[in-house]
C-alpha cells in the first residue's frame, strides 16, 4: 500500500526578507522530519490571491418578438 501525507501552511508574510525567514524555520523543521522518513520533500511557493470571477448577466431570452421573416413566394 502506498500512502502519501502533506502538511499545508499558509503564511502571510509582510516582505520577501519574512517569507525567507518562514521558508529556513520550515527547513528545518524538515530535516528532522527527514530523520523519519528520508523521501521527504519541501515545496515552497508564493500563492497570489484569486479575484473574484466576474458575473455577468445571461443574455435576455428572446420571445415574442415581433421581429418577422420575409418569406418569398414561388
Known sequence: ??????????????????????????????TDVKRAYDQAELVFRERRPRGLPVLTPPPPVRQ????LHAYEEG
Do not use: Y
Open 64 to 67: 415574442g418578438t415581433g421581429h
Open 1 to 30: 500500500m502506498k500512502l502519501r501525507a502533506q502538511i499545508l501552511i499558509d503564511i502571510d508574510a509582510d516582505d520577501f526578507v519574512a517569507a525567507a525567514d518562514h521558508q529556513r524555520r520550515i527547513e528545518t523543521l524538515l
